[in-house]
Nanobody
Framework: VQLQASGGGLVQAGGSLRLSCAVSTPTFGSYVKGWFRQAPGKEREFVAAISQNGGTTVYADSVKGRFTISRDNAKNTVYLQMSALKPEDTAVYYC??????????????????WGQGTLVTVSS
């Protein structure tokens, strides 16, 4: 399974970006898809996840109401729409897939496959 994240860049505070993650697997629909981020000098942290059927989404409190995770099974792609961006959202964003139970959606250890990351920089 390979994951290719894209869509990062430089944006002003208050702006928007949409990240994409193309997943090369014939079993895309069987995975939970997640987004994580890692800021310089900090540990990787959970951002958002979406269940296999798309019916359940989970967000970190810090992004709730500003970010939206979605997936397109026909394109084997998971998205992260980010709005009202803040300088503290600056980080490398990683997509990942796995089969965690709901209570483990926020745990990086529960995801098997990871993309290479895409850098998001929010200027003040």
């Amino acid at each position: 399974v390979q994951l290719q994240a894209s869509g990062g860049g430089l944006v002003q505070a208050g702006g928007s970006l949409r990240l994409s993650c193309a997943v090369s697997t014939p079993t895309f629909g069987s995975y939970v898809k997640g987004w994580f981020r890692q800021a310089p000098g900090k540990e990787r942290e959970f951002v958002a996840a979406i269940s296999q059927n798309g019916g359940t989404t989970v967000y970190a409190d810090s992004v709730k109401g500003r970010f939206t995770i979605s997936r397109d099974n026909a394109k084997n792609t998971v998205y992260l729409q980010m709005s009202a961006l803040k300088p503290e959202d600056t980080a490398v964003y990683y997509c990942a897939v796995g089969r965690p139970i709901l209570s483990n959606y926020r745990s990086p250890e529960a995801y098997y496959h990871w993309g290479q990351g895409t850098l998001v920089t929010v200027s003040s």
